[in-house]
């Protein structure tokens, strides 16, 4: 089967965004029934304004930086960070001085993670070992046993600090350091 290769970047973007949005090209590089995946290229003072979907969507910066919203939180972002789009929340992504790329993976419908649905699995998740320790099986805690119907566990951890070298900071660029 022959290698396929989607080409995306400059010379292959178009206008793109919801209605209003201004100062932004973008490609799809893939889409079908379970989801999309698209680059965008934000020019100084681009926008995608504020709106929302029914779809799940990560927006990873790839280069640059500016600012997103998601819901009433605003926050900068630069490359090298990813930033959850809940379905059914209010999101928008701009920027003022410099520019910006991103990748959005966009998935088909809400997300199994959700906050919300991370607590309904987990009571799932917890009602499937009482089940197994009153079968008489290990009393392995329920996060510590690997359930075939369970997917892999959730990491817990943070960020790692970003050092930074002053003599390679654009401070006229106006984008997070």
């Known amino acids: 089967m022959p290698i396929e290769v989607r080409r995306f970047g400059v010379g292959y973007r178009r206008p793109e965004g919801p209605p209003g949005t201004r100062g932004l090209a973008g490609q799809v590089i893939h889409s079908d029934g379970r989801g999309l995946i ?21 927006f990873c910066v790839i280069e640059g930086g500016g600012w997103v919203l998601v819901g009433e939180e605003r926050r900068r972002v630069a490359a090298g960070e990813a930033v959850l789009w809940p379905a059914n929340v209010t999101h928008a992504a701009w920027t003022e001085q410099g520019e910006m790329r991103a990748i959005v993976v966009e998935f088909a419908g809400p997300d199994d993670a959700h906050p919300l649905l991370e607590e309904a699995a987990s009571t799932r998740r917890i009602a499937r070992a009482t089940r197994r320790i009153g079968a008489g099986e290990s009393s392995a805690t329920p996060d510590s046993r690997a359930d075939s119907s369970d997917s892999v566990a959730r990491g817990e951890g943070q960020l790692a600090d970003r050092p930074v070298n002053p003599a390679m900071v654009d401070r006229s660029s106006g984008e997070p350091v």
């Open 38 to 58: 698209s680059e965008l290229a934000f020019s100084r003072g681009g926008t995608i304004v504020p709106h929302d979907n029914p779809n799940t969507s990560w």
